[in-house]
């Protein structure tokens, strides 16, 4: 997550699933709490209109759907920094992991890896004790032309590092920004590469969020969890939900 992206409409979906699974938990009875992992980069912003899709806090689609949200999010396109977002009262019951994925200095291609690791941990050790751990890197999964010694893997998760952070009695979940794929092909990518690096976990399920700049969002529940995430599925299809995050076939 660069702070260049900060209220952008990404912002809106992310948070709306994230309080949405917060919700349905405390109905169930669970007093859950969530790591948000910002995967925070010093690259700058990105090209064309990437960190510019701000109107939609003038949309009523999205006013309907969560007021509350999108008025803070408003307030928030001020500022365009983590440490705002972090300050307004999103989610109730959240910590957050804001270290430089990068580290404080630009690291060599034989040193990345070994930062790597100590940030991962470090991740680890926020995350530790949450029932839901949020994964924000600016991409999304890596794919295979990605590798750990690459400048540009500080944008990306890898399917292992998951399994890494997060334990079998928490519900993961991804984001992941829409590439040139065909929507079905990268769906079941997803899906099969989320699979194979948690095992434990319960199938995933995907959202599609296609307004402005497409991106999809990974669930893969643990065991204790999948009521909830069935509850926030059925949250999201009803009314004009399903234009905002659409879940995946």
Same mark, same amino acid.
């Given at each position: 997550?660069?702070?260049?992206?900060?209220?952008?409409? +990404?912002?809106?979906?992310?948070?709306?699933?994230?309080?949405?699974?917060?919700?349905?938990?405390?109905?169930?009875?669970?007093?859950?709490?969530?790591?948000?992992?910002?995967?925070?980069?010093?690259? +700058?912003?990105?090209?064309?209109?990437?960190?510019?899709?701000?109107?939609?806090?003038?949309?009523?689609?999205?006013?309907?759907?969560?007021?509350?949200?999108?008025?803070?999010?408003?307030?928030?396109?001020?500022?365009?920094?983590?440490?705002?977002?972090?300050?307004?009262?999103?989610?109730?019951?959240?910590?957050?992991?804001?270290?430089?994925?990068?580290?404080?200095?630009?690291?060599?291609?034989?040193?990345?890896?070994?930062?790597?690791?100590?940030?991962?941990?470090?991740?680890?050790?926020?995350?530790?004790?949450?029932?839901?751990?949020?994964?924000?890197?600016?991409?999304?999964?890596?794919?295979?032309?990605?590798?750990?010694?690459?400048?540009?893997?500080?944008?990306?998760?890898?399917?292992?590092?998951? +399994?890494?952070?997060?334990?079998?009695?928490?519900?993961?979940?991804?984001?992941?920004?829409?590439?040139?794929?065909?929507?079905?092909?990268?769906?079941?990518?997803?899906?099969?590469?989320?699979?194979?690096?948690?095992?434990?976990? +319960?199938?995933?399920?995907?959202?599609?969020?296609?307004?402005?700049?497409?991106?999809?969002?990974?669930?893969?529940?643990?065991?204790?969890?999948?009521?909830?995430?069935?509850?926030?599925?059925?949250?999201?299809?009803?009314?004009?939900?399903?234009?905002?995050?659409?879940?995946?076939?």
């Amino acid at each position: 997550m660069n702070e260049s992206y900060v209220g952008d409409v +990404g912002d809106f979906s992310k948070f709306a699933l994230l309080r949405r699974l917060s919700a349905c938990a405390g109905q169930a009875g669970l007093h859950a709490k969530t790591a948000v992992l910002w995967w925070a980069t010093r690259v +700058g912003g990105g090209k064309g209109r990437d960190g510019r899709h701000t109107g939609y806090v003038d949309c009523p689609l999205f006013q309907r759907a969560d007021p509350g949200l999108v008025e803070a999010l408003r307030a928030v396109q001020a500022a365009r920094s983590l440490a705002s977002l972090e300050a307004a009262s999103l989610l109730k019951n959240v910590c957050f992991h804001r270290e430089f994925i990068d580290g404080a200095e630009p690291r060599s291609a034989r040193e990345r890896p070994a930062c790597r690791k100590v940030w991962l941990e470090g991740a680890r050790r926020s995350a530790s004790g949450a029932q839901f751990v949020f994964f924000d890197p600016d991409n999304g999964l890596a794919s295979c032309s990605v590798t750990r010694s690459q400048q540009r893997a500080k944008k990306s998760v890898f399917a292992d590092e998951m +399994g890494r952070v997060a334990e079998a009695s928490q519900t993961v979940i991804l984001y992941h920004h829409a590439t040139r794929r065909p929507v079905a092909e990268e769906v079941a990518w997803l899906r099969e590469q989320v699979s194979r690096a948690l095992p434990e976990h +319960g199938a995933p399920r995907v959202w599609r969020a296609p307004r402005w700049s497409p991106r999809y969002y990974v669930v893969a529940p643990a065991s204790d969890h999948a009521s909830v995430v069935d509850a926030v599925a059925e949250t999201f299809r009803r009314h004009e939900w399903s234009r905002i995050l659409e879940e995946m076939a």
